[in-house]
């Protein structure tokens, strides 16, 4: 697609969809971009089942890495990705 035609497209969407909403649970830019990568392979409920604990303890990025992969395993295998 040429840029004309993504600006036309993005245009349209954005004049049909002036507000976007999405049904993924967060409070920061940084947990939307968490559930994000983890919606692209499961459905927003379980998305948002998994990352409300998640987000008590680790709501950064350096506190998601403290948790180490073990740690973070505990927290997202019920998505089903934990191992890939």
């Known amino acids: 697609m040429k840029k004309p035609q993504r600006s036309e497209l993005f245009g349209r969407l954005q004049e049909s969809i002036p507000e976007p909403v999405t049904e993924l649970k967060y409070r920061t ?4 971009l968490v559930a994000v990568i983890l919606s692209a392979q499961a459905t927003d409920v379980s998305v ?3 990352t409300r604990p998640l987000f008590r303890v680790a709501a950064t990025p350096q506190a998601i890495h403290d948790l180490g992969v073990v740690g973070l395993k505990h927290y997202i295998r019920s ?3 934990f191992n890939t």
């Open 79 to 81: 998505i089903g990705l």
């Open 48 to 50: 948002n089942r998994a």
């Open 29 to 32: 830019r940084f947990q939307l």
